[in-house]
């Protein structure tokens, strides 16, 4: 397989920069065996069934992107420059690993401050990435980082706008619980409240579980042979009682369908050896065509970038062919594409 076999051409006018209103007036592109039919999210509870299980991903985004000065002093005075950081995750002996530009002005030693009583002190860095050392830690960092910190937008938002006070919400699933992802599960994005409480009412069942999405989800595919590329690791946890959910709707006959490639990520994670098991750590599995899932029976998804390691995934899903029918309806159809973009059922 070649990277070029996920390329395809995505007028640039169908890139979402904001959500629909209310979050599941998104419309849904239902894929079910060789169909495709046009809905949206709204209509999930006339498209699922009682005995289905929701997988969804709890991890509750972080405002990881940062703006300050870097303060230094130098033989000829204090030296101050402009930095932009984005907090990537926390390192096991302390401090945050993040991106920073512009990195090549950074060196160890200099102090960094981003207002709010923010600051830190750069500890290391290598050719992409810094480790900066914070003066708070607990929940004086959080209450700082929420007061100097704004939501990590995809770069084609970014590049379009900036994030503002109402990505803090438009950004942020209404299930997030568990601090600690740079960039939102988007499909999670299409649900409210009372869809999922319409959806729990006719017998559909939800289990929650934890990936903290990383900003290496953005990172391009730099090798031509798919087969070579190493994806970025991401924490992630399926406990005991979210397994045993989930083993148990698939031994009575109910379809697990993740809401989203995170959550799908994780759980295939945890179904290695054949069914799901109780999983913690750091996962950086690669789901491209030729994979065997274990787990998921379908996938919830928003439309995904070229070339990615996305679209690599619902190819493995769904097969290339198809993928390649529903991504040119999707288009044909004026579909919103990316992050704050409409959704796909994705039933094999």
């Given at each position: 397989?070649?990277?070029?076999?996920?390329?395809?051409?995505?007028?640039?006018?169908?890139?979402?920069?904001?959500?629909?209103?209310?979050r599941?007036?998104?419309?849904?592109?239902?894929?079910e065996?060789?169909?495709?039919?046009?809905?949206?999210?709204?209509?999930?509870?006339?498209?699922?069934?009682?005995?289905?299980?929701?997988?969804?991903?709890n991890?509750?985004?972080?405002?990881?992107?940062?703006?300050?000065?870097?303060?230094?002093?130098?033989?000829?005075?204090?030296?101050?420059?402009?930095?932009?950081?984005?907090?990537?995750?926390?390192?096991?002996?302390?401090?945050?690993?993040?991106?920073?530009?512009?990195?090549?002005?950074?060196?160890?030693?200099?102090?960094?401050?981003?207002?709010?009583?923010?600051?830190?002190?750069?500890a290391?860095?290598?050719?992409?990435?810094?480790?900066?050392?914070?003066?708070?830690?607990?929940?004086?960092?959080?209450a700082?980082?929420?007061?100097?910190?704004?939501?990590?937008?995809?770069?084609?938002?970014?590049?379009?706008?900036?994030?503002?006070?109402?990505?803090?919400?438009?950004?942020?699933?209404?299930?997030?619980?568990?601090?600690?992802?740079?960039?939102?599960?988007?499909a999670?994005?299409?649900?409210?409240?009372?869809?999922?409480?319409?959806?729990?009412?006719?017998?559909?069942?939800?289990?929650?579980?934890?990936?903290?999405?990383?900003?290496?989800t953005?990172?391009?595919?730099?090798?031509?042979?798919?087969?070579?590329?190493?994806?970025?690791a991401?924490?992630?946890?399926?406990?005991?009682?979210?397994?045993?959910?989930?083993?148990a709707?698939?031994?009575?006959?109910?379809?697990?369908?993740?809401?989203?490639?995170?959550a799908?990520?994780?759980?295939?994670?945890?179904?290695?050896?054949?069914?799901?098991?109780?999983?913690?750590?750091?996962?950086?599995?690669?789901?491209?065509?030729?994979?065997?899932?274990?787990?998921a029976?379908?996938?919830?998804?928003?439309f995904?970038?070229?070339?990615?390691?996305?679209?690599?995934?619902?190819?493995?899903?769904m097969?290339?062919?198809?993928?390649?029918?529903i991504?040119?309806?999707?288009?044909?159809?004026?579909?919103?594409?990316?992050?704050?973009?409409?959704?796909?059922?994705?039933?094999?």
């Amino acid at each position: 397989m070649k990277l070029s076999d996920f390329d395809f051409d995505l007028p640039e006018d169908l890139i979402a920069t904001r959500p629909m209103k209310p979050r599941p007036a998104a419309r849904l592109l239902l894929a079910e065996g060789d169909g495709i039919t046009d809905r949206h999210v709204r209509d999930l509870v006339g498209i699922l069934r009682p005995g289905d299980r929701l997988v969804l991903n709890n991890t509750r985004v972080i405002p990881a992107r940062l703006f300050g000065e870097r303060l230094r002093t130098t033989k000829d005075g204090s030296g101050r420059a402009k930095v932009e950081v984005t907090l990537l995750n926390p390192e096991p002996a302390g401090g945050w690993r993040v991106l920073a530009r512009p990195l090549r002005k950074l060196a160890p030693g200099d102090r960094l401050d981003f207002g709010a009583g923010l600051t830190a002190v750069v500890a290391g860095k290598d050719e992409s990435e810094a480790v900066l050392a914070f003066d708070l830690t607990g929940p004086a960092f959080d209450a700082a980082l929420e007061e100097a910190g704004r939501m990590p937008l995809p770069p084609y938002i970014e590049s379009r706008r900036p994030a503002d006070a109402q990505d803090r919400e438009d950004y942020q699933p209404v299930f997030a619980r568990e601090r600690g992802a740079v960039a939102a599960p988007t499909a999670s994005l299409h649900f409210d409240q009372l869809l999922l409480d319409d959806l729990r009412a006719i017998g559909v069942d939800f289990t929650e579980v934890t990936l903290h999405v990383g900003a290496g989800t953005f990172l391009p595919v730099k090798v031509e042979d798919v087969a070579t590329h190493r994806m970025h690791a991401e924490w992630g946890e399926v406990t005991p009682e979210a397994a045993a959910e989930i083993n148990a709707t698939k031994a009575a006959g109910g379809r697990i369908i993740p809401v989203g490639t995170t959550a799908l990520r994780l759980i295939e994670s945890a179904a290695r050896s054949g069914r799901v098991e109780p999983w913690r750590g750091e996962t950086d599995i690669f789901i491209y065509p030729g994979f065997t899932f274990h787990a998921a029976d379908g996938l919830i998804t928003n439309f995904h970038l070229p070339k990615s390691t996305l679209l690599m995934l619902v190819s493995a899903l769904m097969g290339a062919d198809r993928i390649r029918a529903i991504y040119d309806h999707a288009v044909a159809e004026r579909y919103r594409f990316f992050s704050y973009g409409d959704a796909s059922l994705l039933l094999p």
